[in-house]
C-alpha cells in the first residue's frame, strides 16, 4: 500500500521560507512520480511541482516558478519543496501526491505534471499560512 506522509507546514510571515517534505513508502518499482499541489479556500488544487524519481525530471508551475525548488532523496524516499520569498497569496493547504507515470506520457508532459488526474495516491495534506 502506497503512504505519502506530509510533514513541514507552519505559519511564516511574507517574504520569508518554509520547507515541506513528502515521505513515500509503497511503491513497488522507482517508476514514479511525486508532485505537489495546493488548494486555497474557495480556489481549485493548483499543481505547484512534480520530480520523477528516476531522472529528477521537474516541472513547475508559473505562480512559483523562481521561488520553489523541488528535489528529491532516493535514498530517504523523500521528496522536498522548498519556499521562498513567500506570500500571502502561497497560503493553502499542500498536498503531496503520487503516481506511476510512464516517462513516455505525453499528458504528463502536456500537463506539466500539473493535472490532478495523473495520480493515484495522495497525503493528507499540510497547512502553510503566509502572514502579511
Known amino acids: 500500500e502506497v503512504q505519502l506522509v506530509e510533514s513541514g507546514g507552519g505559519l511564516v510571515q511574507a517574504g520569508g521560507s518554509l520547507r515541506l517534505s513528502c515521505a513515500a513508502s509503497?511503491?513497488?518499482?522507482?517508476?514514479?512520480?511525486i508532485a505537489w499541489f495546493r488548494q486555497a479556500p474557495g480556489k481549485e488544487r493548483e499543481g505547484v511541482s512534480s520530480?520523477?524519481?528516476?531522472?529528477?525530471?521537474?516541472y513547475y508551475g508559473g505562480s512559483v516558478k523562481g521561488r520553489f525548488t523541488i528535489s528529491r532523496d532516493n535514498v530517504k524516499n523523500t521528496v522536498y519543496l522548498q519556499m521562498d520569498s513567500l506570500s500571502p497569496e502561497d497560503t493553502a493547504v499542500y498536498y503531496c501526491a503520487g503516481g506511476k507515470i510512464s516517462p513516455t506520457s505525453s499528458w504528463y508532459d502536456r500537463t506539466r505534471g500539473a493535472h490532478p488526474g495523473l495520480y493515484e495516491y495522495w497525503g493528507q495534506g499540510t497547512q502553510v499560512t503566509v502572514s502579511s
Open positions: 520530480i520523477r524519481k528516476t531522472d529528477g525530471k521537474t
Open positions: 509503497g511503491f513497488t518499482d522507482d517508476d514514479y512520480v
